[in-house]
């Protein structure tokens, strides 16, 4: 009865007679089915989205599934949570949607299901599509919307998706937090009511929210068990993820508890007028599924952005970085800039970024308030240039990397003196500005500002083809809500044009310079989605870099996000964001569970502060191709256990894999309980090395515990290790490879 197999390319098209066509459509991954009955000129209905059904239970939900309408529309029926709202050019506020057409076709490897839906009355058509990325469990769905009526519909609400959960007892994980702060990991059960996560910054869109969550069916989320939904939107702008919790919320069935959830671009301010063809397309909706609990969840989103093109240049090693930030703030020269090089070159470094601090003509930027816009270097700080900075890099046999903020302006710039209508601002009323007092925002639904933002990255790479890396960044959210672009009566465009006006850019980016790696920053960890990091090689995680901190901060955002985009690095001894000083072998430790990098002045190093980072960067070399393409098992949560915490890489044939575990408080008396290993093979044998031992500190444990240790993945997998670290010492850490034998 289901309309789904394998090499289908074309089931139905449109206006196929009903006697023809099977009503269930099933949109399924390796593990996992998504279920919709689409009978032609009727609704679109939800029947079933959890584990792969065999073939007596798609009978079954072919008749008892949940048959609820998929995509809720406002006017006929007004009970449940809206997914779209219109008003008609006639002033009609009401849809009712009919199934017109479902189509399969192939794209790559992928397989998309496109459901067409029409008004009974109006010309006005919703379509759905569902790709599939089989082996990796994740669907990616969207909503696209188009009219053919007179006039301008205007569109109050269009998410992207819709689907739901029955049950009393389904518990959320999200994540929420603040600068320096992001990323905390939150879970609860789900109470009757409406929640939303929702974020309406306007231009950063992740350091108090981020756009994912997951959901479990029944009760708790387990590491390692039980039905669990992931979802994160792929998205730069302002969005909405919401449960409506609720009973007896059909008119058809009486179903008694349940769950709508719609995720989509958040509508507040956002009322669109659709012109008659014009083609509205939502964004993408990411949603796997798993029996296995959430460490499967967080593998499938991993795999995703490693496998399926999710991040960008995700197939590529990433190099070990030395950002100037944290080093000289904004106190850049050639010398301090030669010297960082020099210094990070000789520990075995591999790329050095130049951060903030070396631009301005009129204004040579010495702190926040000036020159964003005037990207020409400040001649009294560098006085050869560019040129200057990448001869020394390649004297020093470093990559070169360059910071900006190309969609930002202060009001103190040579850009924002000749062009004042560029930037954000409402009419009759006074700019608020942000960093510095000055800093406001670019408007970016502008084409000649487009043009612009485009031409700062094309200047800079076209003229100076060695520089290899940028850092993006983003320090400002949007204030001001008007554009001196858009027509008065569409201003209301701002929050959805800005974003597109992005994507653009980002896109002739890509098409001119594929290989120059980019990091998405802003503020911190301001923007950290899927949305992103289809043109961005990685993150910056947050800009607190505190190595127990970072613990959490890595913790929350591996939920959703593989260690490949997540740059985590190396700071001063005293952590100038917290004051904590955390002994260097342990910096370097949970750095090295991450991307990898350095946020400081090698000079600051003592000689053997130098044999520490030199090991440490050599250890990570080894060790790289696991952390960043490798599949990560959460052993021991940091949330339960006051910052101890263990976690693994394996890679895809589980021959080898690296472990961590930390031990920053002295609580249970210096050691990390026994940890139970994941992901290996029972049937496997494996030799188990300590990595990254420091003999010119005190000796971490008394007896280290593996010294050719041989044991079986049976035994690993249900006994585990035990992890000591010496006594009286906080900050214990150990890094473990783990190799076939
Ligand atoms: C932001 C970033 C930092 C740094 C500064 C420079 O705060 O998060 O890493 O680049 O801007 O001004």
Redesign the pocket.
Known sequence: MFLLKKCLFVIAMYIVPLSLLANEVEISTKNSSFVLSAPIDQQLRFEYYGAKLVAADKNFIAQNGLSLDYYPAFGVYNNASHAIQVTHADGNMSLELVVKGVETYREGDCLITKITTKDKVYPFWVTHYFKTYYENDLIETWTEIKHAEKQDVVLFKAFSANFYITGSNQHILRLAGEFINEAGLYEFPLQYGIYSISNKEGIRNTHSDNPSFMISFDGPLHENKGNVIGASLAYTGNYKLMFDKRKNITYRKVVKEQVNIVAGYNEEASHYFLSPNENFVTPKLLLTFSDKGKGQVSRNFHKWALKDGGMYGANNVSDILLNS?EGVYFDVNQDNMSEMMKGFSEIGGELFVM??GWFGSKYPRND?STSLGDWMVAQGKLPHGIKGLLDAANKNKVKFGI?IEPEMVNTKSELYEKNPSWIIQLPNRETIKGRGETQVTLDLSNPKVQDHVFKVVDDLLGNFPNIEYI?W?V?HYLTNYGSNYLPKNKQSHLYLAYHRGLESVLKRIRDKYPNVVMQS?A??GGRVNYGYLKYFDEF?TS?NTDAFHRIYIQWGTSQFYPAKGMASHVSAEKNHQTGRVIPLKFRFDVAMSGKLGMEMKPSDFTESDKLVAKKSIETYKKIRPLVQFGDLYRLVSPYVNNGNAALMYVNDEKTEAVFFAYNPRLSKGGHLERVVLNGLDSNKTYQITELNETDYLPKQRENPRFVNTVLSGEFLMKYGVDVNFINNFEYGSIIVHIKEK
């Open positions: 930030w951060d903030d926040g910071w850092k960044d320090n920053c503020s911190g910056w800009d």
